[in-house]
């Protein structure tokens, strides 16, 4: 039915919203389209408060529970008021609202040994996500947009850490015995008829969550949620994720989610560069302390982790929201160990020896700033085609 609508011209408003509807839900979104749309998000979002990241507010949410259970005394804002956790519930239920409405949400279990690989790619993205001050997103894309060398260590410590963990799971499907998995047809099929009407409830009950954070005064955690359920929309309908970005070309061969997130930073490091150019943004936005140690280590470890759980920090949540257990087991690993760890960090004072802050125009100037990480950005981009024809890159 949604291809015979999409193959005549619409007779009638009816006509119409099913076309529409068929096209944003009905069909996977280019991945190029994420990354045009990430990176002007991301530019919005720091000029509306700051810039995007995750693994603060997911270790917001260890924080809060360590608190809860009396483990720990952390002095933290409350998850429904830390705006970072906001945007990430945000994403949370973006994502769902988007599979409801496409009908492919579903509850999807994993064997014990994809679990205990969520579990243990979750600790790793927290041990990671300390030590670069921050995961694939606060890390490397908000951070290198913001010209700060620590986002290009991490790139190159994802990219090890990707090829590492590659190397792990084609040891595991050599040497140890394939994970059987078994789907149940159709307990699938039953219950997607009314997933529209619950995927559009979710999105206005959302929209006006958001509406009476404003009315309470909390404008900025308002906006955080609107944003997060915009960007969990845009993962789900484009699959867009990191993990395919720094492993793909290695595994397949395949470069779209590279340059798609290539293309995410060039359009990112431009908005950034003006707003921080013309002083509406700190220089000192965005620009971590964890040049070259912090970020090159913990880049390394939070690519072996998020090759071994099939998922980054982003790609965690959008998936958890689509019904994926082992993300949710991965999710949880996550929390706790990025607050153990960081907690762990600062209490022993190796928080203060991961590295330095270098804002890349401190010693080139803005113009080759600018230059130089676009071009890094270009270089991956034509690297990544050219191994896309030739596969000379791919090790397995």
Known sequence: MAEALLTKDPENLKEVISVGYSKLFDRQWPMWVG????????????????????AD???????WFFNSVEITEITIINPHLYSTSILNFGIIAGALASALLAKQFQIRSAP????????????LMGIGSSLSFGCNIGGFFSSVSAL???????????????????????????YLSPVAKSVKKESVKKNKKNQPFLGLTILVVGVLLALFYDQMDYSIRGGFLFFGLTLGIIMQRTRFCFVRAFREPFMTGDGSASKAVALAVLISVVGFSILKWSDMKDWEAQVSAGFWFG??????IFGIGMSITGGCASGTLWR???????LWVALLAFALSGSYFREWLTVSGWSTKLGNALFIPDFIGWKMGIFSVCLLMLLWYIIVSWNEATRRLVIV
């Open 112 to 123: 014990g040994r994809e679990l205990s690989k969520g579990v243990i790619g979750g600790i």
């Open 320 to 326: 958890a929201g689509e019904g994926h257990i082992k």
């Open 148 to 174: 700060s060398m620590s986002g290009v260590a991490m790139m190159a410590g994802l990219i090890i850490g990707s090829i590492i963990g590659l190397k792990i799971l084609v040891w595991e499907i050599t």
């Open 35 to 54: 990354g045009l749309l990430f990176g002007f998000i991301n530019v919005f979002m720091f000029a509306f408060e700051k810039a995007w990241s995750v």
């Open 57 to 63: 507010g997911v270790r917001n949410w260890g924080n």
């Open 295 to 300: 970020s090159l280590v913990g880049g390394i």
